[in-house]
């Protein structure tokens, strides 16, 4: 029997020892997950681990649902947050808020994810209002990254750092329930916990947040590039090629299948 959704944000936001996030795009790696994390982001990262492209702004709100519903199928102990994809939330907060409603009905997800701050404070303070969770995202936020070169570390400057700051308190006040804080120095992140009475999930940031995501490929060693803040847990790169190197040469050598694998 599975948490009762109005209960398992009540449980995260009280949640003393640090959090543990991942993102998940289908129900069978959801349903490795599960049991070890606190949250797990449909994040809109899928439109580059899946579909190899070289943003997340070109996924569609059709592909995030669908992902989406997948994810809730393997689940029933975690958070569920979907990413609003770039486009879908940044006209106006009743086309946001159209759109946060149907990625909640169509998935049965908890909470959806938006990035910015003070410039959509009014949009995440709509869907709170409407009983739609917010997960806030500040510091460095992909969809407004138009080229790779300008994935940058953030709050280098001390305007960059008042700018975050800013966006942290406009999020909270707004009602968002928790923030990630992506690519800031480290002194910022620890400042910005500090402040924030709402969770803070790093990523690129500080273990003093509240809590840490990663995207679960990038931990697992499914690419030789990753940034600075992934570790790699796992080398599954490998693991598959050595794996897929031994099929070709039983097929090659007709050792498969064999007598066990047919009827």
Known sequence: MGIKKNNKIKIYCKQKRPLVCLTAYNKHMATILDPFCDLLLVGDSLAMVLYGETSTNNVSLQTMIEHGK?????????????????????????????NAKKILKETGCDGVKLEG???????????????????????LMPQQVKHPKNYKVKGRSLDEQELIINDLKAVEKAGA???????????????????????????????????????????????????????????????????????????????????????
């Open 177 to 263: 329930f928790s923030v990630v804080i992506e690519a800031v120095t480290e002194k910022l992140a620890n400042k910005l916990t500090k402040l924030s009475k709402i969770k803070t999930i790093g990523i690129g940031a500080s273990k003093k947040c509240d809590g840490q995501i990663l995207v679960t490929e990038d931990l697992l060693g499914f690419f030789n590039k990753n940034a600075k803040f992934v570790k790699k847990y796992a080398d599954i790169n490998s693991f598959i090629s050595k794996a897929i190197k031994k099929f070709k040469s039983d097929v090659i050598k007709r050792k498969f299948p064999s007598k066990k694998n047919v009827y």
């Open 70 to 98: 997948s994810v809730v199928k393997g689940c029933s102990k975690s958070i569920i947050i979907v990413d609003m994809p770039k486009g879908t939330y940044e006209v106006s907060a009743i086309v946001a808020l159209k």
């Open 117 to 139: 701050g003070v410039k959509i404070s009014h949009t995440i303070k709509l869907l709170v209002k409407n009983k739609i969770p917010v997960m806030g995202h500040i510091g």
